[in-house]
């Protein structure tokens, strides 16, 4: 049975992922390693957590004791990282809980994995690091993000990003070991934590609080339903070429203003609301600090070398989303009851 280690698997894109393997592929056994940040929720899991191909461990990748054991005790073949500090707000807070995780926990996994594989390294091996296209910075109106587009991040998140990329981009080119990354677009959907941008607002139209919109609104994203991410980080892990780099992303990119209209309108209709009553909790704050203008990837290698592309609309994947959170109050409340908010209250007074 292959063993494959997914990190940061209780958090948002991680829990699709498990779902995604641990139901597609009995013969894997599919090892969930995470530390329970106020991301990380195994009520992401419920409906899989029983299946005899899945195992739950909590721990720290910035614990090197910890991990170099656990590498040697259960012998991983394949190791899917996505754990990881990933709210650009919160980098602009804390930058060095960033550092510490993204980079360091990035290495130590990295060292581990080398350590077991040195003697044995079989075509089964692969470490597949799950980055984003923040590493890339900040594009003006015209051109796309292409897997040559020289680096340049700008917060302390997507240097984090940026700079374990390069380190597993380095244990590839120094020590030969079987690496692929993949960087995607803005996610959106089901289970992601209320401090993004979408189930912020969905929360906030939801409970009539107001929705702060950085700047003027005209920063643009390019937005991709994280079911699709998962789908394409299962067509990269089987079939990737080691070495090489993959762009994830929509081809639907919004202004952030606009897509908060068209969420306030697909709100309105579920909440039986007048037409225009959630657009009024519209409220324009301060600017992001160093906020970058805009993001568009162009998985045109993806499509061409994998056959990969996005199986939802946007409106469709919208609505799926809304329709998530208005079920799952249960789950948002249970996120949300921690006093993480009240000291991101404190710093953004936007709740
Ligand atoms: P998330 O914040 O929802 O989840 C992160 C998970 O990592 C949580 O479960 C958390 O408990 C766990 N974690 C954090 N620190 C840890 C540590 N030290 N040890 C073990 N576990 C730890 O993040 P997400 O949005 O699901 O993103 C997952 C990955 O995908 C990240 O690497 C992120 O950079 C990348 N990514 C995200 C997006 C996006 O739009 N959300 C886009 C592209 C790439
Ligand atoms: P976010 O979801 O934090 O993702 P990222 O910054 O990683 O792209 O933010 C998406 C966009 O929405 C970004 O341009 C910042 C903006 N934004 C707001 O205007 N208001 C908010 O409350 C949040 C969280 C984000």
């Not at 419920?46 to 721990?59: A, L, V």
């Not at 302390?156 to 070991?177: E, I, N, W």
């Not at 920063?219 to 990269?236: E, F, G, P, S």
Request: aromatic residues 12%; charged residues 20%.
């Amino acid at each position: 049975m292959k063993k494959i280690l997914i990190t940061g698997g209780a958090g948002f894109i991680g829990s699709h992922v498990i779902r995604l393997f641990v139901n597609k592929y009995p013969d894997y056994h599919i090892y969930n390693l995470d530390k329970l940040t106020y991301a990380g929720n195994l009520s992401n899991l419920t409906d899989i957590e029983n299946k005899s191909n899945y195992t739950f461990i909590k721990g720290d990748i910035t614990d090197e004791k910890f991990i170099t054991e656990l590498f040697t005790t259960i012998s991983f073949d394949s190791v899917i990282h996505l754990a990881a500090e990933s709210h650009v707000d919160r980098s602009i807070l804390q930058p060095m809980e960033f550092i510490n995780t993204n980079i360091l926990g990035t290495a130590i996994l990295l060292n581990a994995a080398k350590a077991i594989w040195k003697e044995t390294q079989t075509a089964k091996n692969v470490f597949y690091h799950i980055s984003t296209d923040e590493v890339f910075g900040s594009l003006g109106q015209e051109g796309f993000f292409t897997e040559e587009t020289p680096y340049d991040p700008r917060s302390p998140y997507s240097a984090s990003k940026a700079g374990s990329d390069h380190l597993v981009r380095a244990y590839h080119h120094t020590y030969d070991l079987p690496v692929i990354i993949s960087n995607c677009s803005n996610n959106y959907g089901p289970n992601q934590f209320p401090e993004k941008l979408i189930p912020l607002m969905i929360h906030h139209i939801k409970n009539n609080k107001p929705l702060p919109v950085y700047g003027k609104g005209e920063n643009i994203r390019d937005w991709l339903y994280v079911i699709d991410h998962a789908r394409a980080i299962d067509t990269i892990f089987h079939h990737g070429t080691h070495g090489e780099t993959y762009n994830i992303g929509g081809i639907n990119e919004w202004k952030n203003i606009d897509l908060i209209y068209l969420l306030c309108n697909i709100m309105d209709k579920k909440l039986n609301r007048p037409d225009g009553t959630s657009a009024e909790l519209i409220t324009f704050v301060k600017d992001r600090a160093g906020h970058d203008m805009r993001y568009a990837i162009d998985p045109g290698k993806l499509q061409k070398t994998l056959g990969w592309s996005p199986s939802l609309q946007f409106e469709e994947g919208l609505s799926l989303t809304v329709d998530w959170y208005l079920e799952n109050e249960g789950w948002l409340n249970e996120v949300t009851s921690g006093n993480y908010l009240k000291y991101y209250d404190q710093q953004y007074n936007k709740r």
